[in-house]
């Protein structure tokens, strides 16, 4: 099993910044893909961004240019740095790993982006 604990949630100002962050614990050997998947009420969970363990990203359009993801792989870590925030990135966001197949979810944690 692997557990998964985020932090760096808050409430933040329009046009403020966030750095969320994810470490990884328990049975790890290597994980294809770390990323942020966000949920906002009412809405489907979708993916913010996933780096692979190749190097390759991914992000979703409505955050190219604003987000920068970034992984740590001797500590298990992945980071998410959140820029020009709009109150439309509010949203529960969750850290997500995957590892041979099986993929792992963090807690979640809150992002509020109001005035």
């Known amino acids: 099993q692997v557990q998964l604990v985020e932090s760096g949630g808050g409430l933040v100002q329009p046009g403020g910044s966030l750095r969320l962050f994810c470490r990884a614990s328990?049975?790890?050997?290597?994980?294809?893909?770390m990323g942020w998947f966000r949920q906002a009420p009412g809405k489907e969970r979708e993916l913010v961004a996933r780096?692979?363990?190749?190097?390759?990203?991914n992000y979703a359009d409505s955050v190219k240019g604003r987000f920068i993801i970034s992984r740590d792989n001797a500590r298990n870590t992945v980071s998410l740095q959140m820029n020009s925030l709009r109150p439309e990135d509010t949203a529960v966001y969750y850290c997500?790993?995957?590892?041979?197949?099986?993929?792992?979810w963090g807690q979640g944690t809150q992002v509020t982006v109001s005035s």
């Open positions: 997500n790993v995957a590892q041979w197949g099986t993929s792992y």
């Open positions: 328990g049975s790890i050997f290597s994980f294809s893909a």
């Open positions: 780096i692979f363990s190749g190097g390759n990203i």
